[in-house]
Structure formats: structure tokens, C-alpha cells
């Protein structure tokens, strides 16, 4: 399939295959015309990228990490090494402290409308 289509079916932008294709994340070959010309699986591969991206993975992570990836949702490594099992425990310890960081931040942004909101309830109407 041509990148226009990849692009449709997984709502990312031709520029950003084109990036993650130079980051080697994705492959394509070219036809003679020069077009790119991407496999199938590409769909689920692009958007186990964009899921991993959007958990904060940076490329270079998921570079490393790619290989492994299994169906959606599954990472296979076979007989791991201390690398990498040390780089996926940084990573998680990263997650981690960012969504306490999301959730703190969370919670301060409700509190703040509930105060914005209790402060723009009409006055109770004295007799």
C-alpha cells in the first residue's frame, strides 16, 4: 500500500511514517517510480509505535524494543539480556512517575474547576 493510504488507516500523517520510517520504526520498499510501498502489517506496527509513543517511549527505545513486539499488545523477548531488562524496568519507573505526575495534576486541575464552578453559582436570593 502507498503511504496516503497507511496514513488513512491508521490516522497518522504521511509526514510523521516518513519520520518514523527514517528512525527505522517502519519499512517500506520503493517502486520503481520511487513511490513507497508498505506491507500490510505495517497498520498494526504503526500503531503499536504511536501506542508506545503516546505511553513516552522515545524512538530509541522502541527501536530497541521493536523487534520484540509480538501481536498488539504483546512483547516477546526470547532469552532477554540484563540490557534490556534493565532499559524496560527504566522505562516502567519513567511511566510510573509520570502518570503520578499526570495524576497530581489531574487532581489539582478538578479541584480548581470545582472552586471556579462553586464560585459562579448564583447568590441565594435574600427576602
Known amino acids: 500500500m502507498r503511504i496516503g493510504e497507511l496514513s488513512a ?20 520498499q520503493r517502486c520503481a517510480n520511487g513511490y513507497r ?3 500490510e502489517l505495517c497498520v498494526d506496527r504503526v500503531q503499536q509505535v504511536r501506542g508506545l509513543l503516546d505511553a513516552g ?5 522502541i527501536r530497541q524494543i ?9 512483547i516477546d523477548i526470547p532469552d532477554p ?11 516502567c519507573e519513567r511511566m ?3 502518570i503520578d505526575y499526570l ?11 470545582a472552586q471556579v464552578r462553586d464560585s459562579m453559582r448564583p447568590e441565594p436570593a435574600t427576602p
Not at 488507516?9 to 517500506?28: C, F, H, N, P, V
Not at 517511549?57 to 527505545?61: A, C, G, S, V, W
Not at 521493536?66 to 504483546?74: A, D, K, N, S
Not at 495524576?103 to 474547576?113: E, G, I, K, L, Q
Request: aromatic fraction near 6%.
Open 9 to 28: 488507516r491508521t490516522g497518522t500523517s504521511r509526514r510523521m511514517l516518513r519520520y518514523y520510517e527514517e528512525q527505522g520504526l517502519i519499512a517500506s
Open 37 to 39: 510501498d508498505y506491507d
Open 57 to 61: 517511549l522515545p524512538t530509541q527505545t
Open 66 to 74: 521493536l523487534p520484540c513486539l509480538g501481536p498488539p499488545g504483546r
Open 81 to 91: 539480556t540484563p540490557e534490556t531488562l534493565a532499559l524496560l524496568e527504566r522505562e
Open 96 to 98: 510510573s512517575r509520570r
Open 103 to 113: 495524576t497530581r495534576n489531574r487532581d489539582a486541575m478538578r479541584a480548581y474547576v
